[in-house]
């Protein structure tokens, strides 16, 4: 298993920009300075090292503390590839949850708002999802006929609910 030892004698890391680059040049395709690791897709780096493929992430992690992460690894921004120190966190399962992206059919641009049929007309309905011993629930917030009105409910809930929301950073 790597070490932080042997992490260190490969590569460099800032924890500003979040960037590995080389130290050695382990073959004629890497060279000293150049950034290590790429794309794995959806956004995910990884880096390989002795032969073996590392989420950057939890290199980070190894680099800034010495030890393998206990846990899961939050990206406070919900941005996958922004490894800098500061955007990193321990967080469970459930916390991860909690700061999810918009969903791909989200059409309102808020998380938790959509638009839906209230009586005879429409109306903004703000709800919020948590999960509770294993399973999501859902708590609805109400119905508006404004739709900042809506967002701030959803957001107030979130910040009253959730312990790792992007609200919070």
Request: with cysteine; charged share 25%; hydrophobic share 35%.
């Amino acid at each position: 298993m790597l070490t932080a030892q042997r992490l260190r004698e490969l590569l460099n890391y800032d924890p500003e920009t979040g960037i590995f680059t080389w130290r050695v040049a382990k073959s004629r395709r890497v060279h000293v300075g150049e950034r290590a690791g790429w794309d794995r897709g959806k956004g995910w780096r990884v880096v390989e090292i002795d032969y073996r493929l590392y989420p950057e992430h939890t290199v980070a992690w190894l680099w800034m503390t010495g030890d393998w992460c206990p846990q899961q690894l939050d990206h406070r921004n919900r941005v996958r590839d922004d490894n800098r120190w500061s955007n990193l966190r321990l967080a469970t399962k459930a916390q991860q949850q909690e700061n999810k992206s918009l969903g791909k059919n989200n059409t309102s641009g808020a998380k938790g708002v959509t638009w839906v049929p209230y009586g005879t007309s429409w109306r903004w309905r703000a709800q919020i999802e948590r999960g509770v011993n294993g399973k999501r629930k859902t708590h609805y917030l109400g119905f508006f006929e404004d739709f900042v009105a809506a967002v701030a409910a959803r957001e107030a809930a979130e910040l009253a609910m959730f312990s790792h929301s992007a609200l919070l950073s």
